[in-house]
């Protein structure tokens, strides 16, 4: 069985520059996560998406970030502007159901913003 | 609460030994719990998970006990291996769906 994809790997940006990250889920799987890494901490969860509707957005920073997931399948995090506090991980997760289901996640997109 | 910081707590182990993981979680509400594997560059893997209702659970060579009391959990790990060396995350989850992430620990192995 093939494990989420994440595109891509590493970005480099300045800030206020724009970046959009890509999630392709396991097949099957309903939801989705998008969680942010910061160096040395636990992952932290932005938005999680109940097949293309979202379920909980409440630690996501609107006024810069947004995500969809329009079929209930890929998904795509954007962040415009960037700024430096931005450079984390974002790793994308995705579970069968939503309610105490193993999350499983992919590589991650490292992010830098300089 | 959050985790603050770059230094995890880091666990030093010689290649055989038995590893002992200690997670404190923070809601009695809390009735999933999960330890995730985090090696370099790579995404946090599923390693063994437990709910409320029971103490210990079993998997190949890792053991989770919880302790609701204290709201205590832990990881063992059996004959602990180089390619154990990874940061390891407890995760809790209340009645709600989000999982709430710990802060981490570094376990290294010595050979």
């Known amino acids: 069985e093939a494990g989420v994809a994440q595109s891509p790997r590493y970005k480099i940006i300045e800030k206020r520059q724009s970046v959009a990250f890509w999630c392709n889920p396991i097949s099957g799987h309903a939801t989705l996560y998008w969680y942010q890494q910061i160096l040395g901490q636990g992952p932290k969860l932005l938005i999680q998406f109940q097949n293309n509707g979202v379920v909980d957005d409440s630690q996501l920073p609107k006024d810069r970030f947004s995500a969809e997931r329009l079929k209930g399948v890929d998904s795509t995090l954007k962040i415009q502007p960037a700024k430096l506090e931005d450079s984390a991980v974002y790793l994308c997760a995705s579970s069968l159901r939503t309610r105490g289901e193993t999350q499983y996640f992919g590589p991650g997109t490292r992010l830098l913003v300089l | 609460g959050e985790s603050v910081g770059l230094h995890l707590p880091t666990l030093s182990v010689q290649e055989g030994d038995n590893s002992i993981i200690n997670c404190a979680y923070s809601?009695?509400?809390?009735?999933?719990f999960i330890w995730y594997k985090q090696e370099s560059g790579k995404g946090p893997q599923f390693i063994i998970d437990i709910r409320s209702n029971m103490d210990k659970r079993q998997g190949q060579r890792v053991t989770v006990l919880l302790n609701k009391t204290v709201k205590h959990l832990s990881l063992q790990i059996a004959a602990t291996q180089p390619g154990d060396s990874a940061v390891y995350f407890c995760a809790e989850k209340a009645s709600s769906y989000k999982l709430i992430f710990g802060s981490g620990t570094r376990l290294l192995v010595r050979p």
């Open positions: 809601n009695s509400a809390s009735d999933y």
